[in-house]
Nanobody, 120 residues
């Protein structure tokens, strides 16, 4: 019911910046949460940042002060501005859309993932 299209991944040098974008389409609920997860090589998927429909944000400790998550004005897009990138940030980044079903229940939707590689 919800489709996510990601863009912005690529190769960047340490200390550089990169901006990821995700657009959601389909049956979008007004109450939702969007975010970014990543999976480094050989490791489990982890939360990077998320943002609620009301605008509140949440960041992993490892990216605080370096990454910024934001929504588009229609609230069907989400961006991740990444600065001061390190080799440890290398991972496949996934866009996440969490849709409320009511009664405290949620459904999760995922993008296909975009590769971010930080290397000199």
């Amino acid at each position: 019911q919800v489709q996510l299209v990601e863009s912005g991944g690529g190769l960047v040098q340490p200390g550089g910046s990169l901006r990821l974008s995700c657009a959601a389409s389909g049956r979008i609920a007004s109450i939702n949460q969007m975010g970014w997860y990543r999976q480094p090589p050989g490791k489990q998927r982890e939360l990077v940042a998320d943002i609620a429909s009301g605008g509140s944000t949440n960041y992993a400790d490892s990216v605080k002060g370096r990454f910024t998550i934001s929504r588009g004005n229609a609230k069907n897009t989400v961006y991740l501005q990444m600065s001061s990138l390190q080799s440890e940030d290398t991972a496949v980044y996934y866009c996440n859309f969490r849709k409320s079903r009511g009664f405290g229940r949620w459904d999760d939707y995922w993008g296909q993932g975009t590769q971010v590689t930080v290397s000199s």
